[in-house]
């Protein structure tokens, strides 16, 4: 195992009812921004609750976070943050609203221009404001780590940054708070959480094997109960169990002292900037070529990931590799998500684009060894047209 440090200061609130929780996380005297996505907040009524459970503090309210948030809206944020002198924020939502919040809260303070953070992944960032969050789709971990992800329209750039800055203060995970998700999302959130943890486990073998045992029981515990959380929506046992594996995914405790991947979410990311297609959908697409295509640097972890999450032992090795992709892609399928670009309605002209886009990025070393070249990753993206 490499040497390491963890550091993870958020504290988590987490179970039903626990929103009234946000009394004692945010202090009396905040003027709090709540910042929040579309309509859901409003229309499920959560965000009543969070503004009922912060009682007569002062709050401003800033909706309309797009999935995918964008530095051109966040910026409206920001300025508001600004103009009235606003000390705390409050993400209500999923991922895009606490990566956007993070954003917001490292930006308002930020000497210079602000798409400066993401240009240099985070480096740049000296503070941020505090802030809390209420999660309400479990997907993307942003409630437990220091990352974000915001897209800028006008560049087609959809980039991350990583600070110790931007740890949440808390964050409330409710998980009856998601029994109003459509199916889409719970899908989403179950894809994404899976591969959170592939582009950690699935590398090369380093001896980590408190890593590789909890990687392994949070890959099972998505694949048994995905499906269930689709076949049985109002089972809150069911939501809570996803909840806490997609914060448990992407909170630093599986990726500490290990190998990461990356390169499937780092595609993943044009894909949505080029073509507009759900987070988890893209990586979904990408997963299958890249584990194909990058068999053989990959050997001995994908057939460790073949045996004890799938129980596949029999054949020659390039068979129980084949087995366990086609078990993977089936488990985004049996999920409702396709897994080609083909079923996006995407062909092989979509690829030089992404290709470009990979280029102007300067992702042309990816994954765990840097061997993902613009040539490989086209290699990928064929393999799953
Ligand atoms: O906008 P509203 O109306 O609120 O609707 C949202 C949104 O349309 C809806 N929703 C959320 N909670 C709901 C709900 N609808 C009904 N009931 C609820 N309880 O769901 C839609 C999708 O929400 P979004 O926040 O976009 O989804 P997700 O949590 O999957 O976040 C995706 C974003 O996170 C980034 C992705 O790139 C993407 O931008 N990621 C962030 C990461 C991180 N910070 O560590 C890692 C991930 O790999 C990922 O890249
Ligand atoms: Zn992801």
């Excluded at 503090?57 to 966040?74: D, K, M, S």
């Excluded at 594996?245 to 909170?251: D, E, G, H, I, N």
């Amino acid at each position: 195992m490499y040497s390491f440090d963890y550091y993870n200061p958020t504290h988590i609130s987490f179970g039903e009812g626990k929103i009234a929780e946000l009394d004692n996380l945010v202090a009396k005297d905040a003027k709090v921004l709540v910042l929040f996505g579309g309509r859901s907040a409003e229309k499920t009524g959560t965000l009543a609750e969070v503004k009922a459970a912060l009682g007569q503090r002062e709050i401003v309210e800033f909706g309309g976070i797009e999935a995918n948030p964008t530095y051109e809206t966040l910026m409206q944020a920001v300025e508001i943050v600004k103009q009235q002198k606003i000390d705390f924020l409050l993400a209500v939502g999923g991922g895009s609203v606490i990566d956007g919040t993070k954003f917001v809260a490292a930006a308002a303070l930020f000497e210079g221009e602000p798409w400066d953070i993401l240009l240099s992944w985070g480096a740049k960032v000296t503070q941020a404001m505090p802030f809390g969050t209420v999660l309400t789709l479990p997907a993307t971990g942003s409630e437990m780590n220091s990352a974000s992800v915001v897209t800028r329209k006008e560049y087609q750039a959809k980039l991350s940054f990583m600070s110790d800055h931007v740890y949440p203060k808390f964050s409330v995970l409710d998980p009856s708070k998601t029994f109003t998700l459509p199916e889409r999302q719970v899908a989403n959130g179950v894809v994404d959480a899976f591969i959170h943890i592939t582009e950690q486990y699935l590398t090369y073998p380093v001896n980590a094997a408190v890593q590789d045992r909890f990687a392994e029981g949070l890959l099972q515990t998505l694949i048994e109960l995905g499906p269930k959380a689709l076949s049985e929506p109002k089972n809150v046992d069911v939501r809570a169990n996803l909840m806490w594996v997609a914060t448990m995914a992407l909170s630093g405790v599986i990726g500490r002292g290990v190998p990461h991947d990356w390169a499937t979410h780092m595609i993943g990311h044009e894909l949505t900037a080029l073509y507009d297609i759900d987070h988890a959908r893209t990586i979904a697409i990408v997963l299958p070529g890249m584990l194909d295509c990058r068999r053989e640097g990959k050997q001995e972890k994908l057939l460790q990931y073949a045996e004890r999450v799938w129980g596949l032992t029999q054949g020659t090795n390039d068979e129980i590799i084949d087995a366990a992709i086609a078990k993977t892609r089936g488990f985004f399928e049996a999920m409702g998500i396709k897994t080609r670009l083909s079923d996006y309605g995407l062909d092989a002209s979509s690829i030089d684009k992404v290709i470009e886009q990979l280029e102007a990025h300067g992702m042309t070393a990816l994954g765990e060894k840097q061997d993902v070249d613009l040539a490989m990753s086209r290699k990928i993206l064929e393999r799953n047209l």
